[in-house]
């Protein structure tokens, strides 16, 4: 196999573990492993290794966050409904310094008001919403492409 050129770290926030049987009508029927497995495969395509994390505390996230510094060149996060509420989760982001890509299974801006602001999107590179799972898998590349123009620092430095 050849060598991998970046580790990426998708963090995976709140509720994100029930997909596949939470809200079918908006969520669809795949589940966090499907989302998971076809991130890894697509990790091989692009020499990446894909490190996935999903938890349902905030400070666990925040601590996810700060890891990564040793660890990733960059994260994909879906922070599920601390999109909408998580100051210390921006922070942390804009703190590590690590590009980050915000990925969304919905289309925030099509429901209710209260998902229409994000903020993540200010302290990240950009934002993929509303094509479910395939949102992940863009978001993967569109960071990897980032990773690709603007050479990371290696993680360990
Ligand atoms: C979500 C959208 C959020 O508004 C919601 O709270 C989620 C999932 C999405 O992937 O569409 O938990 O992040």
């Known amino acids: 196999m050849s060598e991998l050129r970046y580790s990426v770290l998708v963090l995976h926030g709140p509720n ?6 939470r809200e079918p009508e908006v969520y669809g029927s795949v589940t966090l492993e499907d989302i998971n497995r076809g991130l890894e495969q697509e990790g091989q395509s692009l020499q990446s290794q894909i490190t996935a994390i999903q938890s349902n505390h905030e400070g666990a ?19 599920g409904a601390y999109t909408h509420t998580s100051i210390a989760i921006r922070d942390a982001i804009a703190g590590v310094a690590i590009p980050a890509v915000e990925v969304h299974l919905s289309n ?10 994000s903020y993540i999107a200010p302290v990240a590179i950009g934002q993929i919403s509303g094509f479910g799972a395939e949102s992940y898998r863009l978001g993967l590349r569109a960071l990897v492409h980032h990773l690709s123009q603007h050479p990371p620092r290696s993680p360990k430095n």
């Not at 994100?16 to 049987?21: D, H, K, S, T, V």
């Not at 966050?65 to 060149?73: E, F, L, T």
């Open 61 to 79: 996230l925040v601590d996810a966050i700060h890891a990564a510094c040793d660890q990733h060149h960059g994260i994909l996060i879906n922070p």
């Open 108 to 117: 925030i801006y099509k429901r209710e008001a209260f998902r229409h602001h």
């Open 16 to 21: 994100l573990n029930l997909l596949g049987r």
